[in-house]
């Protein structure tokens, strides 16, 4: 597989500096990208570079995940209007082994000559003094240089510190120790990244005394939709790759939300699948909009490759149960676990066994067992049912409907559906 060929048809390069494609092709070449532990997890704006190193090893090089544990103590000024806050080295230590962890799902890490490897900037930083390290790189760029920067022309309006304007030759000392002491010839980055790395690759330039560039750099587009807004994130935020923090059945239902427009992109960017298979999908696609057939590929691809099969077979039920299309043949076979996983937001009740002993029929476990939370009155929970508009375990119930036929799903569930919208009542 040609590398770079491969971003280009699949729209992820930008920038390319000249003599990276020859390097390349010349041999097997060490690459990385840097990922800022300011969070636990990696979040799907991240996925974009993470598929670069993904490529890049498929492709029969050695890709390094670089974990900013030193500059991710000052905070990377590019595409922000305000300092960062300050963390500490305990939560910074913690933030990377939840990101070593998520890496590890894309990589191959093994004994093989391309294996993936993962450093930490803090180990070749901590031992390094500050008058040493001005001495090391500090001499070797300019002012000018540096402030000819994007990331700092923008920032010099609305004041920029120190610590942040020091951050590019801090990244740029980064790539000048791996040149030396792991062979990494290549940075890789998201576009907004390419002022940073070519401070590396100038650095090593200078510092080695070279008229010509032995270190390179390339990087690919940010991700923005079709209308030009900021991808990556949801109405309640951030779209994370942690299942903590954003669950299958959310993450899996961000892609299938995914307009028609973007999802060419998308699944160029964001999935394994090959041309061919792409262009097969798009057809189908636009034969049937309405089947949602690019969506639900994207979805796939990349919930199985963050949360696993397993995972991603639990959104799909997950969107089965809370969209209608499930029975209760499919309800019977959720376990106990998964009901919290998937009704995770979804507005819930609980009753006791006295509640329901109390409860005469369906009415009163709707408005009096569940104190209104469901409906607020037994009047207003008759109309409905009298309108055909509420369903108990996705079947639909009249006014002979029995409350004792009611199957309890997990001997303590019951799946309450009054139009398109869903409510638990937990038997406890």
């Not at 093989?112 to 500090?138: P, T």
């Not at 427009?261 to 394994?272: A, E, K, W």
């Not at 969209?323 to 996983?341: C, H, N, P, S, Y």
């Amino acid at each position: 597989m040609d590398f770079l060929e491969e971003l280009r048809w699949r729209g992820m390069l930008q920038d390319v500096m000249p003599g990276t494609d020859e390097q390349l092709r010349k041999e097997s070449t060490a690459g990385y990208i840097g990922f800022d532990p300011t969070a636990a997890s990696l979040h799907i704006g991240n996925l974009a570079t993470i598929m670069l190193l993904v490529h890049f090893q498929r492709a029969g090089h050695k890709p390094f995940a670089l974990v900013g544990g030193a500059t991710g103590m000052i905070g990377d000024p590019s595409g922000r209007s305000t300092e960062r806050d300050f963390l500490s080295e305990a939560t910074l230590r913690h933030n990377q082994e939840g990101i070593r962890m998520q890496l590890a799902r894309f990589l191959v890490f093994d004994d093989s000559a391309n294996s993936a490897e993962m450093v930490n900037n803090y180990d070749w930083f901590k031992g390094i003094s500050f008058l040493d390290f001005l001495r090391e790189a500090g001499t070797h760029l300019t002012v000018n240089y540096m402030v000819a920067k994007d990331s700092v022309k923008k920032r010099l309006e609305t004041g920029l510190s120190f610590t942040e304007f020091s951050y590019q030759l801090l990244q740029g000392y980064d790539f000048y120790w791996l040149y030396k002491n792991k062979n990494v010839r290549l940075q890789m980055g998201g576009s907004d990244q390419w002022g940073n790395i070519t401070t590396g690759t100038e650095l090593i330039r200078r510092k080695e005394g070279r008229e010509e560039y032995h270190a390179f750099a390339l990087t690919t587009p940010l991700i923005t939709k079709a209308d030009g807004t900021k991808f990556g994130k949801s109405a309640s935020g951030n779209v994370w790759l942690d299942p903590t923090m954003t669950s299958p059945y959310q993450f899996y239902q961000f892609w299938l939300h995914a307009t028609d427009s973007d999802c060419p992109r998308l699944i160029r960017v964001f999935t394994l699948l090959s041309r061919e298979e792409i262009e097969e999908l798009e057809r189908q696609h636009n034969e049937a909009p309405h089947l949602r057939i690019l969506q639900k590929a994207i979805a796939k691809d990349v919930t199985i490759r963050v949360h696993s099969q397993t995972g991603y077979e639990l959104a799909v039920k997950a969107s089965e149960v809370l969209f209608g299309k499930a029975t209760i043949e499919t309800l019977r076979t959720l376990q106990a676990d998964e009901f919290d996983v998937i009704f995770e937001g979804v507005p819930q009740t609980q009753i006791t066994s006295a509640d329901l002993e109390a409860s005469k029929d369906i009415i009163d476990l709707l408005a009096v067992a569940t104190k209104g939370a469901i409906y607020a009155s037994k009047g207003e929970a008759r109309r409905a049912i009298a309108q055909n508009a509420v369903s108990i375990n996705k079947q639909k119930i009249n006014d002979t409907t029995s409350l004792s036929d009611q199957e309890w799903l997990q001997s303590r569930y019951l799946i309450v559906s009054k139009g398109k919208s869903n409510h638990l009542i937990k038997l406890v």
